[in-house]
T-cell receptor, first 113, second 110 residues
Framework: DADVTQTPRNRITKTGKRIMLECSQT?????MYWYRQDPGLGLRLIYY???????NKGEISDGYSVSRQAQAKFSLSLESAIPNQTALYFC????????????FGEGSRLTVL | RKEVEQDPGPFNVPEGATVAFNCTYS??????FFWYRQDCRKEPKLLMS???SGNEDGRFTAQLNRASQYISLLIRDSKLSDSATYLC???????????FGQGTELSVKP
């Protein structure tokens, strides 16, 4: 089983719908992140959390919210999805003392029609 | 100006070629630097960290130039399996966030 698991892996939805992407990890890491990837733009940070009580906005947090339900779980919500939120979303974890290695989930491909 | 910039490529090279990628970063206070590899439709994975003294791992060599604020990745004797997108990643020291470049696509041909 993967150390970082994202669900769903693929989702097609309509404009205005609420969507939740879930991430769980078995690595025991404190830090969790949500990134989105768009062609030509690389990965951009949406939100990150360094422990259960810590939530921080990344560079593109507008239109998104997150919840850190437990050390192992970090979910991303789109309250009212819009087409330009169509992207590949990655959850990642890191150890607080790890310097910089991120461990990614396999990604969630979201299409908003 | 983007915090981390890479030449998006694509770089199309024959097997056995040597290819180099450069990446520039804007925050002079950045302390940690990395190269990640991403295969098509897959998640990124750490390829190697970049140390001030430079470091080598087999056919891969990474170097850091703090004065000019760029890092490089050299791949020698390219293999077909090296075809991927290479992502430059910088820890900008602002709360431990990692900033990704847009990636450089490499295609190694027979």
């Amino acid at each position: 089983d993967a150390d970082v698991t994202q669900t769903p892996r693929n989702r097609i939805t309509k404009t205005g719908k609420r969507i939740m992407l879930e991430c769980s990890q078995t690595k025991g890491h404190d830090r969790m992140y949500w990134y989105r990837q768009d062609p030509g733009l690389g990965l951009r940070l949406i939100y990150y959390s360094f422990d259960v009580k810590d939530i921080n906005k990344g560079e593109i947090s507008d239109g998104y919210s997150v919840s850190r339900q437990a050390q192992a779980k970090f979910s991303l919500s789109l309250e009212s999805a819009i087409p330009n939120q169509t992207a590949l979303y990655f959850c990642a974890t890191s150890d607080s003392g790890g310097g910089g290695e991120l461990f990614f989930g396999e990604g969630s491909r979201l299409t908003v029609l | 100006r983007k915090e981390v910039e890479q030449d998006p490529g694509p770089f199309n090279v024959p097997e056995g070629a040597t290819v180099a990628f450069n990446c520039t970063y804007s925050n002079s206070a950045s302390q940690s630097f990395f190269w990640y590899r991403q295969d098509c439709r897959k998640e990124p994975k750490l390829l190697m960290s970049v140390y001030s003294s430079g470091n080598e791992d087999g056919r891969f060599t990474a170097q850091l130039n703090r004065a000019s604020q760029y890092i490089s990745l050299l791949i020698r004797d390219s293999k077909l399996s090296d075809s991927a997108t290479y992502l430059c990643v910088v820890n900008n020291n602002q709360g431990g966030k990692l900033i990704f470049g847009q990636g450089t696509e490499l295609s190694v041909k027979p």
